[in-house]
Every structure is written in structure tokens, then in C-alpha cells.
């Protein structure tokens, strides 16, 4: 059902079983795909394509223009997967050409309200952001990912799957696979251990990334000595996400 006082720009495309509320502004060049469902007072610009059975809380801003000053008015674009819900207040912007000019939300993911994922963020699938949480620009989340409440997370930082950012933590370095994060700014606080319990990681497994943990975190090792004696571990797909989330940093990561 969308609302008679809605206002749908022509050309905007609506997907089936859509519920759109008054006061809400859908711009002409936004896909909302079908099982949508938009509550009252959201604007959502484009280029904008949002997949199946997404929920949008009032007040949101989905696919404005970025706040980076460089951005000078270039066509630039927002895809977002499915089944995710954007709680009040929540804001949503496009890339720049500075990078792909994309940003892109995976799916099955929670922004609570007044969360803030700038300009050319990727983030995962089944992440959750907890109130007032913020991602600066081209910030990488990996999937099952928890950033708590007032969060913050410096521009450029890749934060590695399921790990878990404390609430108030400042992140200014990326966070490995799997590791706690707190503090101002963000240090280790052990493995992400009750999380992979959760989700299904096998005991084993879990001792294997803790041994990796240790390495890098406890043994007071250089960081390449670290990587090498991970190396040297039976290797399974878990523990190369840990190793290469490390391997693959460009801001050095949380020590």
C-alpha cells in the first residue's frame, strides 16, 4: 500500500507488496524491490536499488548525496541487499568517483537508530550497528559483524568478520577477523570466542584461531614472525580469514 500523500517521483520503480507512508520521498531514479516496507517521512535519493524485504524506519536517509567535500556532483550509486531493517534517523550515502563512486550493504544486516554508514562503506551480510554507531568513508565491514553503540570507526579502516567493536570504541586501525575491540583509542580484548560459539564454529576451529590469536597478540612476536608461525597451523578457510585479514591490511591493525 503506498499512502496518498507519499510522493513518488516518475520513474521511480516499485517492486510488488510494497508499503510506502505519507510524507515519505521516493526520488525517480531508486529501485525498491518487492516485500519493502517504508514508514512515514524517509527520502530516499538515487541512484539508489534496494532489494527484497527491507524495512525502513521513519526519518531515515537513504542514498543522499555525501558529505565529502571533493564530491562535486558526479552520478554515483547505492545498492542494498536484503531483509534489512534502518531504524529512525538513520543515514545512508552514496559512493564518490574518488573510489568505485558505490556504496554497497549486503544483507540480513540491523542499523539501529541514528547509525551513519558514509560514503563508499561495503558492508557485509548479517552485521549489526548498534545506536548512534558511525562508519567514516570507504570503511569495509566484513559479514557478522557487531559495532556497538556510539561507536566510531576512522575512514579507510576494514573491520574483519565477526569481530565485535565495543560501544565508544574509536577505531583508528583495521580489526582483524574474529577480535574484541575497545577503548579510545580501539585495542584487542581477546577473541570474539562466545560470537563463533553462536554461530556454529566447531571447538576445534575456535582453538586454532585462539592459538593464532595468541601469536599476534600475546607472545610478543614481530608481526611477520606472528604471520609466519600462524602459517605454520593446519591450515582451514576460519584461520586463513584471520591470517588474512592481517596480511591484507593497509593501516597497520589494532595491537
Avoid at 540480513?108 to 548479517?126: E, I, Q
Avoid at 596480511?247 to 597497520?252: D, E, H, I, Q, V
Wanted: proline share 3%; charged share 15%.
Amino acid at each position: 500500500m503506498i499512502h496518498p500523500q507519499a510522493i513518488i517521483a516518475p520513474g521511480a520503480v516499485i517492486g510488488e507488496n510494497v508499503t510506502i507512508g505519507p510524507w515519505t520521498y521516493i526520488a525517480s531514479n531508486v529501485v525498491i524491490g518487492d516485500n519493502c516496507n517504508i514508514s512515514s517521512h524517509v527520502v530516499i535519493n538515487g541512484p539508489t536499488t534496494i532489494g527484497k524485504g527491507n524495512r525502513i524506519f521513519q526519518f531515515a536517509s537513504i542514498g543522499e548525496d555525501c558529505q565529502d567535500l571533493k564530491y562535486a556532483g558526479e552520478p554515483t550509486e547505492l545498492i542494498i541487499g536484503d531483509n534489512n531493517i534502518f531504524r529512525e534517523s538513520c543515514t545512508i550515502h552514496r559512493g564518490t568517483a574518488q573510489d568505485n563512486s558505490l556504496t554497497q550493504i549486503g544483507s540480513n544486516n540491523l542499523f539501529m537508530a541514528y547509525t551513519h554508514v558514509a560514503h563508499d562503506c561495503v558492508v557485509g551480510n548479517h552485521c549489526i550497528m548498534a545506536n548512534n554507531a558511525s562508519i567514516a568513508g570507504h570503511v569495509h565491514v566484513g559479514n557478522h559483524v557487531i559495532i556497538g553503540g556510539m561507536a566510531g570507526v576512522h575512514q579507510f579502516c576494514h573491520i574483519g568478520q565477526h569481530s565485535f567493536v565495543a560501544a565508544n570504541a574509536l577505531v583508528l586501525k583495521d580489526v582483524p577477523a574474529y577480535v574484541m575491540a575497545s577503548g579510545q583509542p580501539a585495542k584487542p580484548f581477546g577473541l570474539n570466542s562466545e560470537g563463533l560459539k553462536r554461530r556454529g564454529f566447531a571447538k576445534e576451529t575456535i582453538l586454532n584461531i585462539k592459538r593464532a590469536y595468541k601469536a599476534v597478540y600475546r607472545k610478543g612476536l614481530s608481526l611477520e614472525d606472528a604471520l609466519s608461525s600462524i602459517d605454520e597451523q593446519d591450515q582451514s578457510d576460519e584461520l586463513l580469514a584471520f591470517s588474512e585479514s592481517i596480511k591484507a591490511s593497509t593501516r597497520g591493525i589494532i595491537r
